[in-house]
């Protein structure tokens, strides 16, 4: 059996597991754009590598959209899954069966996707070049974590394979005075300000941290997925303490034959931690941007849900 048709039997066993496909709905799938990539090592020059503009609100509508792909494309196919950072009102629309014949709908569709918008969450990607460089992305993170820690503000912690993301819920921003509209030239958008921190903590804590991800259509790996390499697959893991995530080792997470990993736990109804949720007051927003230099406007009340 060749690598890819490893790959291919572990994705298919992966995804079978409707307790792993109830923990992706509720942590990263629901009212979400979902969206299926080629990992880099199964892409081929000018051939399609993402499949958007799927919806899904039960666990058996991932199955079939993952299946409407490879039905279509034939059963020689890996993918990634991700989600949009954004959330919608009503979930996207319903763009029929086919999602090689509706490039029309699409399209109007994508140029007032923002108006659908209900949330718009902080996307931090602590993205290590190659494996080689996760122990130092790891150190990274954790300057990050003191710095978030310090203000108290709430954050999700999730090792993606090969590096780490930070999600800080767009409750804890919502009152900003920001918008959703990437064509608006008046006022701030959630884009601009939310690219300002990642900037910030790429200026300042770390070069690992990417810069430029914050527009309409972002998505990122979805918890409890995997997530395919060169060096082996690996589960997109959210972690639910930070002791958990002090002790992990990258290699926690990947995948052997059997769908056994080292850090392995009991994943139904596992979820993940939001961390300083507790702490958090409306005041701690506003003196975070403040420290990060970051201006919004001057008569934003900030409160939370």
Known sequence: MSNKEKEIQ????????????????????????????KPKHHREKNKQTMYRY???????????????IIDFKGNNLVLNVYSSISKYENGIPDFGNNIYMRKKDTDEWNARRHE??????????????????????????????????????PYYLRFSGCGYHIIIPYTYMKDLGLHFDPHLVNG????????????????NITELVDTGLHDCVRVSKVPYSLTFYPEGVFVCWPFKTKQEFYLHTPGDYKLNAALGFAGEQKIY?????????????????????????????????????
């Not at 994705?11 to 496909?21: A, E």
């Not at 919806?55 to 299946?67: D, S």
């Not at 902080?122 to 494996?131: G, K, L, Q, R």
């Not at 701030?188 to 939310?194: A, G, K, L, P």
């Open 54 to 68: 799927m919806k899904v609100f039960k666990p058996h509508g991932f199955t079939y959209a993952l299946n409407s």
């Open 269 to 305: 109804r596992r979820g993940q931690t939001l961390f300083n949720k507790d702490l958090w007051n409306p005041s701690c927003t506003v003196k975070f941007l403040e420290a990060l230099k970051i201006e919004v406007e001057k008569d934003a009340v900030v409160g939370v849900e």
């Open 10 to 37: 572990m994705m298919t066993d992966w995804y079978n597991r409707s307790y792993v496909l109830y923990e992706m709905l509720y942590c990263g799938l629901f009212d979400r754009e979902v969206a299926f990539m």
């Open 116 to 153: 659908d918008f209900s949330s718009y969450d902080v996307f931090i990607d602590v993205d290590a070049p190659n494996f080689g460089f996760v122990k130092e992305a790891k150190q990274d993170v954790m300057k990050i974590m003191k710095l978030l820690d310090s203000f108290s503000m």
């Open 188 to 203: 701030r958008s959630v884009y601009e300000v939310f690219d300002a921190i990642s900037e910030w903590l790429c200026n």
